[in-house]
């Protein structure tokens, strides 16, 4: 059973740094695409970041460039979002997601999902 578990999400003031890890287990594949979408309070899902595995390549919605940084830890089969400079508009609940397409970009067809983690940005 494939199981993607988020963390380290929270309240955080304007300016301030958050950040997400998701654990993946019981997924086999060795090539597939990572990365994390976020849906805001009455928006629309959007993909925030994502990581293509086979040559670590990565992915950033513009709004979080420069700002946000996804890695992974192989030997852990984790992923992290490290998420600075935070702002209001960042708040929303992130998923963690997989493709099994080696080779997506943010509008991957999802074929896993985590639960999420809230996060919220307010002073």
């Known amino acids: 059973q494939v199981q993607l578990v988020e963390s380290g999400g929270g309240l955080v003031q304007p300016g301030g740094t958050l950040r997400l890890s998701c654990e993946v287990s019981?997924?086999?594949?060795?090539?597939?695409?990572i990365g994390w979408f976020r849906q805001a309070p009455g928006m629309k899902r959007e993909g925030a970041s994502c990581?293509?595995?086979?040559?670590?390549?990565?992915y950033y919605e513009d709004s979080v460039k420069g700002r946000f940084t996804l890695s992974r830890d192989a030997a852990k089969n984790t992923v992290y979002l490290q998420m600075n400079s935070l702002k209001p508009v960042d708040t929303a609940v992130y998923s963690c997601?997989?493709?099994?397409?080696?080779?997506?970009?943010?509008?991957?067809?999802?074929?896993?999902w985590g639960q999420g983690t809230e996060v919220t940005v307010s002073s």
């Open positions: 997601a997989i493709s099994v397409d080696p080779l997506a970009t943010l509008n991957m067809n999802v074929d896993e």
């Open positions: 019981g997924f086999t594949a060795s090539d597939y695409t």
């Open positions: 990581m293509r595995v086979s040559d670590g390549r990565t």
